[in-house]
């Protein structure tokens, strides 16, 4: 598997990296429905098989859980990967999610996260959402310590725009940027990838294959069949009338991806990795098979013949949707 270097850090990442929100499990607002926490950990493990050399998770995922489950798998390997988790999202008794990024909150937060893990130091820590506005300085703040304190070693964002990415920067140099990018959301091309570019901020994307959409596996019926704490059955990518339009989008681009042997998702992470700014993608995986098929779109890369061919579907599906406004 390819790596590259993360920003101006001494990171080298894999392009693909392990994405574990799902991993997290359901009963939780922004859930993915049950998961068997064994076949999390060989899932885990399978991504190391195959070259992955880092994981993202977040505190918030599964309300803990997921970080709990890491925390089990890589206990007792010698050689650790690098590990990357969030902040910002805190919850209370009932579950209820609450946006805080008071310095307070962010050490409390760093501290569990590092005992769920079962790690002394988190290689990057990043704000989870810019929310509340008004406290990223303060959050900021509490990571530059904790690096400070040797307790992390990077610190990031995620699903900042550039404007509060300016602001922070001021108070400690950014390592990275983690925003949601794949073929049906474009909107970081426009300036947020110029900005890092010239700041030297490594980019790892989300959602490379929106959420599933882009596997081929999505279709109405498939839909209907989601648990009803999957938070997909709010997204309106998944309902009509967007989905039949995405739907057939998709058909177009299995195409592509199977006349060169490949499939679809394979197709989908190679896209967001053509862009030089993108360090990485993050790939989500609930089962060892999912893992290490996907895990192999990190060796291709993709000609300016089907690059092309790509832009004229996707400009085609992106006017169809903007005229349902």
């Known amino acids: ?5 993360l920003g101006w850090t001494d990171l080298e990442l894999s392009v693909i990296g392990l994405g574990t929100w799902a991993i997290g499990g359901g009963g939780w607002k922004f859930g993915w429905g049950p ?4 076949a999390s950990i060989k899932t885990i493990w399978k991504a190391l098989d195959a070259g992955i050399n ?10 803990g859980h997921s970080e709990e489950v890491v925390g089990k798998a890589i206990k007792s390997l010698s050689q ?28 409390r937060e760093a501290e569990n996260s590092l005992k769920r893990l079962q790690v002394e130091v988190i290689d990057l820590y990043q704000i989870h959402w810019p929310i509340p506005d ?15 304190e040797g307790k992390v070693r990077y610190g990031g964002v995620s699903n900042f725009s550039v404007s509060q990415m300016q602001r922070v920067q001021k108070i400690r140099p950014i390592a990275s940027l983690q925003p949601p990018y794949s073929m049906f959301r474009r909107e970081i091309e426009k300036e947020i990838l110029p900005f890092c570019a010239s700041n030297d901020i490594g980019v790892i994307v989300y959602s490379p294959m929106q959420k599933g959409l882009l596997t081929g596996k999505v279709n109405p019926e498939w839909v209907s069949k989601l648990p009803p704490d999957d938070h997909r059955r709010n997204d309106p990518m998944f309902q009509e009338p967007q989905l039949s ?7 177009k681009l299995r195409k592509i991806a199977e006349k060169h042997g490949r499939t679809l998702s394979h197709l989908a992470i190679a896209w967001v990795l053509r ?17 290490a098929e996907t ?12 690059v092309s061919e790509i832009e004229k579907i996707l400009k085609e599906r992106e006017e169809r949707i903007a005229a349902l406004a």
């Open 1 to 5: 598997m390819r790596t590259r270097k």
């Open 35 to 38: 998961q068997d926490d064994e």
């Open 54 to 63: 880092w994981i993202d998770t977040a505190a918030v995922y599964g309300l």
């Open 80 to 107: 650790k990967p690098i590990i990357a988790t969030k902040c910002g999202l805190t919850w209370n008794e009932k579950g209820e999610i609450i946006n805080c990024l008071k310095k307070e909150s962010v050490k």
């Open 134 to 148: 008004e406290q990223i300085e303060e959050g900021w703040e509490a990571i530059s310590e904790l690096i400070e």
């Open 245 to 251: 339009i995405n739907m057939e989008c998709v058909e």
């Open 275 to 291: 862009r030089g700014e993108v360090t990485a993608a993050i790939v989500g995986a609930r089962s060892p098979e999912q893992i």
């Open 295 to 306: 895990a192999l779109a990190g060796d291709w890369e993709l000609d300016e013949a089907t």
